[in-house]
């Protein structure tokens, strides 16, 4: 089971901190990925971390704003978004295996 958190609504040049938190899995053995789906738009791979945390992956848009990262003793991942985007607004899901988080909405508005 996947539970996200810590969407909210932000004017643009804001920042927010998601969170996932797992159980039913090795969390610390498991890839981690976040994915969102914007309004109207299908679903978009955003960051990816693997299982130790050494290796971080983010797509084009996000690069340099967003960073992932882990806490393997938690069996939590975050998204740290910085300098926040109209763009970015969407549902933001973390994933993993075969199992999805609820979602956490993201608006970004002036």
């Known amino acids: 089971q996947l539970v996200d958190s810590g969407g909210g609504a932000v004017q643009p040049g804001g920042s927010l901190r998601l969170s996932c938190t797992a159980s039913g899995f090795p969390f610390s053995v498991v890839a981690m990925s976040w994915v969102r789906q914007a309004p109207g738009k299908g679903l978009e791979w955003v960051s990816h971390?693997?299982?130790?945390?050494?290796?971080?992956f983010y797509s084009d848009s996000v690069k340099g704003r967003f960073t992932i990262s882990r806490d393997n003793a938690q069996h939590t991942i975050f998204l740290q978004m910085n300098n926040l985007k109209s763009d970015d607004t969407a549902i933001y899901y973390c994933?993993?295996?075969?199992?999805w988080g609820q979602g956490t909405q993201v608006t970004v508005s002036a």
């Open positions: 971390i693997n299982a130790d945390g050494t290796n971080t």
């Open positions: 994933h993993a295996l075969d199992s």
